[in-house]
């Protein structure tokens, strides 16, 4: 392996953590229309600005065992649980891809790990984070795997365009919304990433994770109804994961 390529596959693994931390930051305050890009961190608790030493992924969270040092509040768990996931997103692509793909990997493992928090827990999938994700997704597409312009810009095109055309459909039909505003263009930020004919896989890996929840639920005996509303975003961003690690499903059985 080559110094480049040790770069790129290290910086996948050093930087999640302290990414992991930056998505704890934000599926907090987005949703709370709070401030997120300037100012120092400060306790939630107290008010305190934190320290360069209180802000060191998972360190930080294990000396303080989850307190503040000058209050005592708890630091909420999610820090420290996304950037354990960061970490983990991060060495599951160095093992995957060397190189300039690993880090990419990693960001578009990040990315979707951000933006289905958020779906999960708020149904909401912002538009400042799905336009910009299919943004980088045409530059890694055209920078790193040399793809075609019309590559990515054809997968945008068809992954929104079918949900969206899901979505006018069914509204026709039962006359209500069937599917969230930004999971149209979340599938089409995906399509920039892994082109057209990649998304059917995506689609039916979503599918399968959306059924297994469903079932998961009947076990644990919670009622479940046509109209109970699920994170779909969420599904997708497992179906794209899956789809960018193992290739397309006509790929894998073909």
């Excluded at 320290?51 to 768990?77: E, H, K, Q, T, V």
């Excluded at 996304?82 to 093992?95: D, H, P």
């Amino acid at each position: 392996m080559q110094v480049s390529e040790i770069f790129w596959t290290l910086a996948a693994i050093v930087l999640g953590p302290f990414v992991g931390s930056f998505i704890g930051l934000l599926t907090l305050r987005l949703p709370a229309e709070r401030p997120w890009a300037a100012g120092r961190s400060a306790c939630d608790g107290c008010g305190r600005k934190l320290s360069p030493l209180d802000l060191i992924p998972i360190l930080s969270f294990a000396a303080l065992r989850g307190r503040c040092r000058s209050c005592g509040a708890a630091i909420p768990r999610r820090y420290l649980l996304l950037e354990l996931a960061c970490l983990g997103i991060g060495a599951w692509s160095a093992t995957s891809f060397i190189g300039p793909m690993a880090l990419a990997t990693a960001v578009l493992g990040w990315w979707l790990l951000l933006l289905a928090t958020i779906d999960a827990e708020h149904f909401w999938l912002p538009d400042m984070l799905t336009l910009p994700l299919g943004v980088v997704g045409f530059a890694v597409s055209i920078l790193v795997l040399r793809e075609p312009v019309w590559t990515p810009v054809l997968g945008a095109a068809v992954g929104f365009g079918s949900l969206w055309l899901l979505a006018f459909a069914y509204k026709r039909l039962r006359g209500r919304e069937g599917l969230g505003g930004g999971d149209p263009r979340l599938l089409g930020a995906i399509g920039a990433w892994t082109g057209w004919s990649a998304l059917p896989s995506v689609v039916v890996w979503a599918g399968l994770a959306g059924i297994s929840v469903a079932l998961a639920q009947l076990v644990l005996r919670r009622r479940v109804t046509m109209d109970q509303r699920l994170p779909f975003g969420v599904f997708l961003a497992i179906g794209a994961w899956l789809t960018w690690l193992l290739g397309p499903l006509h790929g894998l059985f073909g």
